[in-house]
């Protein structure tokens, strides 16, 4: 259904699973399952694996916060001088959803060897608490990547693909040693590797192209270089990024409009949706008739690059739209002039602890 002239959208529906936390249950096992969902376990370690001497690659961890009350991020330390962190500190109270971003770098550019990291996340409201991130890599000053830290394409026109250069020396003592293979997890990505060999260094270069063929869209990826070195010291993971023909996103891609008794409307709140290319908005698709996005779409003005999406909820005493054990998360589909480009994002809501124990 199209949506325009502020009516209310009724037309699709997806149910999410929805893990939802307060801090009215007290004790270890409480705090143990709602930081798991902050971050998981297994997303708080990452291994750079083999670094270049010289280069700075960096990770990014998630942070969400799962809980009814606000979380403040209170301090952020590393163990090691060998990492940069770097975040928003305007930033650091996240409201039900809202996500933290934390990227760690190791810098290849001023030590060397095997290096290891603990940082520690502390949460001061509304309980304190840490939450420990490990990082590793080791920097090895034998090798050494041109250009440094990342590849980047740029933006690329759509079916026109593009190709750039990757550099690789050794200078190691291992006469054996050779980069046998390139590989990419993304299907768009292709290789050749063409070798030269000079006195006292070997280097190898890597043509790395993005096919004509990629769709819109970003690609954020990583280029594993592998070599014939020992297993520990095989790979050598490379940042790849990439964007084709036009992209859009939405900030922020999960909207919660507040702890809402039943009856209430929420607060008018805006999702924004932004272009690399000016684009237009063909219809929004939204299952939840107690949503209201009001926005007048004209296909005769011309496109945009960002578009504002503002968005009320009357949380309904009871049936379709009401929220299901305490939470209300609906998604929303936009469909673009943009082949292929139909970005989502979610609307949620909670009743108060009281009514939800009701």
């Given amino acids: 259904m199209l949506y325009s002239n502020l009516a209310m959208i009724r037309v699709f529906f997806v149910p999410v699973a929805v893990a939802f936390f307060s801090l009215a249950v007290a004790g270890e096992e409480n705090e143990k399952d709602w930081k798991q969902h902050v971050i998981s376990a297994k997303e708080r370690s990452f291994d750079f694996k083999t670094v270049a001497k010289g280069t700075i690659p960096e990770y990014q961890f998630v942070l969400k916060n799962p809980l009814q009350e ?11 001088t060998c990492t940069d962190l770097r975040f928003d500190a305007a930033k650091t109270v996240l409201k039900t959803y809202d996500e933290f971003f934390l990227t760690v770098r190791l810098r290849g550019d001023q030590y060397e060897g095997q290096r290891n990291a603990a940082i520690t996340v502390v949460i001061d409201k509304p309980v304190s608490t840490e939450l420990q991130l490990n990082i590793r890599g080791e920097i090895r000053t034998d090798l050494s990547v041109s250009p440094k830290n990342f590849l980047d394409f740029g933006n690329i026109e759509l079916e026109k693909g593009k190709t750039s250069p990757l550099t690789l020396t050794y200078t190691g003592s291992n006469t054996q040693w050779r980069l046998v293979d390139a590989k990419c997890e993304n299907e768009f990505i292709r290789t ?22 990629a769709p819109h869209g970003t690609i954020n990826t990583l280029l594993t270089l ?19 023909g036009t992209v859009v996103r939405i900030s922020p891609p ?18 924004l949706l ?49 929220p299901q054990g305490g939470v209300m998360r609906t998604a929303v589909r936009v469909t673009t002039d943009v082949p292929g480009i139909t970005p989502m994002f979610y609307v949620t809501s909670s009743v108060p602890k009281n009514e939800e124990e009701n």
Avoid: Q, W
């Avoid at 050749?192 to 063929?213: A, H, Q, R």
């Avoid at 592998?226 to 084709?244: F, G, H, K, Y």
């Fill in 70 to 80: 606000p979380m403040h991020i209170g301090a952020i330390t590393s163990s090691c």
């Fill in 192 to 213: 050749e590797i063409t070798s030269e060999y000079l006195v006292g260094k070997k280097i190898f270069t890597v043509n790395v192209s993005v096919d004509k063929s």
């Fill in 226 to 244: 592998i070599s014939n070195d020992t297993e520990s010291r095989r790979e050598i993971p490379i940042p790849l990024r990439a964007t084709v």
């Fill in 254 to 271: 999960s909207l919660f409009l507040g702890v809402l008794p039943p009856g209430e409307v929420s607060p008018r709140k805006e999702a």
């Fill in 274 to 322: 932004l272009g690399t290319k000016p684009f237009r908005i063909m219809k929004i698709e939204c299952g939840n008739p107690a949503i209201e996005i009001l926005l007048t779409i004209n296909n005769e003005e011309p496109p945009k690059t960002l578009y504002r999406l503002p968005i009320v909820y009357k949380n309904p005493v009871e049936g379709e739209g009401a």
